[in-house]
């Protein structure tokens, strides 16, 4: 049951399981295992991340596509909603139409770009999504009456999803609407990661890898690289706008600092490499890893600091102001002993 679930694509590594099964576990029991806001909304962030991550996953690592333009489907997604409930009022059916609009928008935006685009060589196309979601973004600053502007939009979803829901207590837990919330993002996100697991497992995926290694000998035996690429570009686009939802639905606020700021691209890059490219798997490490790093390092280094606060050097070294320099020397390391990802260093252990 549990292999069908996973389209057949089992971890492969005792270690990986181990560590596929932690997450899982302290996702799945966030509400329960942690206390604080925090927490929580660390773990929906990871939830949504992963779910961004996993589809950028299914662009680079199985079809060897190059773009910059995942926080743009992510951002459409994400304003679909705002848009939604600011003009619809705060129902589902608000949440509803804006995910649909802002996944069906990411597609038709994304099958323009496949189309007219991935006709040319890996590096044109590159820049071709990047200078797209350069003017997406302006586009949005600069249309402020509509989206806001830079200072974003704030607005209101249906109360059963916010804190003022309160519904008792569980397990020794006070289960709120924030509560509802956060397993709203969960089961959407495990259910559209399990999605696109059984699409790269699927005969479509297995083409898009024969085109990632060689497209002159995949279109030589009949396939039509460009229209693959398409569909998978879609595939993509419309999976980062539906995390876009959830991230504006467990948010409640967008704006171009959010959603469509290039950093944000970067990281998406960072998570994919530090996972492993070419495996689902390595969106949940990468992006568990990432999170969780961009969240508690700074205080992990403040207290490290506090402890050797008697030592030279080392309590400046340690300073919290410095947590992006020990952020960027550990992907460095990361990188270097892990070349194919955490996911494939594991899978390469377990194979040899």
């Not at 995942?70 to 994400?78: N, S």
Request: net charge positive.
């Amino acid at each position: 049951m549990i292999v069908k679930l996973l389209s057949g694509d089992k971890p492969r590594s005792a270690v990986l399981t181990a560590v596929l099964m932690v997450i899982l576990i302290c996702l799945a029991g966030a509400p329960f295992i942690f206390d604080g806001v925090r927490p929580l909304d660390t773990a929906a962030r990871i939830c949504i991340f992963i779910l961004l991550v996993a589809s950028y996953d299914l662009l680079l690592g199985y079809g060897g596509i190059v773009s910059f333009a995942h926080t743009m489907f992510f951002g459409l997604g994400a304003y679909g909603v705002a848009l939604a409930s600011t003009h619809m009022g705060r129902g589902f059916d608000a949440l509803l139409a804006g995910s649909l609009a802002g996944a069906l928008a990411a597609v038709v935006l994304a099958l323009l770009i496949g189309l007219f685009s991935l006709r040319v060589r890996a590096i044109f196309f590159a820049m071709i999504t990047l200078a797209v979601a350069s003017a997406v973004a302006v586009l949005v600053s600069q249309f402020s009456g509509i989206t806001g502007g830079e200072d974003g939009l704030t607005y209101n979803i249906p109360r059963v999803l916010t804190s003022a829901n309160r519904m008792g207590e569980f397990l020794g837990t006070r289960i709120t609407g924030k509560t509802l919330n956060y397993y709203l993002v969960f089961f959407a996100s495990l259910i559209l990661f399990l999605l696109l697991l059984r699409i790269v497992n699927s005969p479509f995926g297995r083409v898009l890898q024969a085109i990632r290694e060689n497209d002159f000998r995949a279109e030589a035996i009949g396939y039509r690289v460009v229209w693959y690429r398409t569909a998978a570009t879609c595939l993509s686009a419309a999976a980062a706008a539906l995390a876009g939802s959830l991230f504006a639905i467990w948010l409640r606020y967008v704006g171009p600092d959010t959603t469509l700021s290039f950093e944000i691209m970067l990281d998406i890059l960072l998570m994919v490499v530090i996972g492993g490219m070419g495996t689902m798997y390595g969106a949940v490490i990468g992006a568990a890893l990432f999170i969780l790093a961009q969240t508690y390092l700074q205080n992990l280094m403040g207290s490290a600091s506090e402890a050797t606060v008697g030592l030279p050097l080392i309590p400046d070294l340690l300073n919290p102001d410095r947590w992006l320099m020990w952020l960027g020397i550990l992907f460095i390391l990361s990188v270097y002993f892990f070349p194919s990802g955490i996911v494939g260093r594991l899978r390469q252990r377990r194979a040899s």
